[in-house]
Nanobody
Framework: QVQLVESGGGLVQPGGSLRLSCAASGSIFSINAMGWYRQAPGKQRELVATITSSGITNYTDSVKGRFTISRDNAKNTVYLQMDSLKPEDTAVYYC??????????????????WGQGTQVTVSS
């Protein structure tokens, strides 16, 4: 019913840039917060950045000043602009969107949906 599709990952040299996108489609009534997480090999998934429906952003300390999260509500899409990339940014990046769907005429549910993940590799 609801699907998130990510794009934009790849291989980049240290100091380079990448832009990730995550578009939601399906029976969407509204979307609350959106975010990006990442998981490096042998490590737990960690929060990278979030953005509320009103545009308030939050970043983990290690990416502040280098990454920028944004959203296009008309397209149900969240972006992650990653600049000054470092080898330690290498990970699989997952998007997350809190989506409200309508079950019946006056019944809605809000739940998190995840993208399929996209590999980001920073290496020379």
């Amino acid at each position: 019913q609801v699907q998130l599709v990510e794009s934009g990952g790849g291989l980049v040299q240290p100091g380079g840039s990448l832009r990730l996108s995550c578009a939601a489609s399906g029976s969407i009534f509204s979307i609350n917060a959106m975010g990006w997480y990442r998981q490096a090999p042998g490590k737990q998934r960690e929060l990278v950045a979030t953005i509320t429906s009103s545009g308030i952003t939050n970043y983990t300390d290690s990416v502040k000043g280098r990454f920028t999260i944004s959203r296009d509500n008309a397209k149900n899409t969240v972006y992650l602009q990653m600049d000054s990339l470092k080898p330690e940014d290498t990970a699989v990046y997952y998007c997350n969107q809190e989506i409200r769907i309508r079950l019946r005429s006056n019944t809605f549910i809000l739940r998190p949906y995840w993208g399929q993940g996209t590999q980001v590799t920073v290496s020379s």
